[in-house]
Nanobody
Framework: VQLQASGGGLVQAGDYLRLSCAAS???????????MGWFRQAPGKEREFVAN????????YSPDSVKGHFTISRDNTKNTVYLQMSSLKSEDTAVYYC??????????????????WGRGTLVTVSS
């Protein structure tokens, strides 16, 4: 599985941004077979979980720290997962990574559960 995240950039506090992650999956598999997750790593900090979404797209999960602030979604016809971020704050500055794990019926919050990772896209929020 190859993942390519995009959409990062420099924004002002209070702005919104939508990240995309395009997936290329092996022949014989479908994108909807994968649980997708977003993680982020701020400067000098460990990588942290941001959101995940089941393969069908009907169930999502995000920690309270970003709930209502970030929204994950996916378009299985485009093999793409999105992270809509609103009311951005300086503390949202980080490299954002998308990740995938083959499991259509479950969701995972641990980064160790995800074997496939994109390279990340940098989001910088200036105050």
């Amino acid at each position: 599985v190859q993942l390519q995240a995009s959409g990062g950039g420099l924004v002002q506090a209070g702005d919104y941004l939508r990240l995309s992650c395009a997936a290329s999956v092996p022949s014989g598999r479908t994108f909807r077979a994968y649980c997708m997750g977003w993680f982020r790593q701020a400067p000098g900090k460990e990588r942290e979980f941001v959101a995940n979404i089941r393969g069908s797209g009907d169930t999502t999960y995000s920690p309270d720290s970003v709930k209502g602030h970030f929204t994950i979604s996916r378009d299985n016809t485009k093999n793409t997962v999105y992270l809509q971020m609103s009311s951005l704050k300086s503390e949202d500055t980080a490299v954002y990574y998308c990740a995938a794990v083959l499991n259509v019926g479950r969701q995972y919050v641990s980064e160790g559960a995800y074997p496939y990772w994109g390279r990340g896209t940098l989001v910088t929020v200036s105050s």
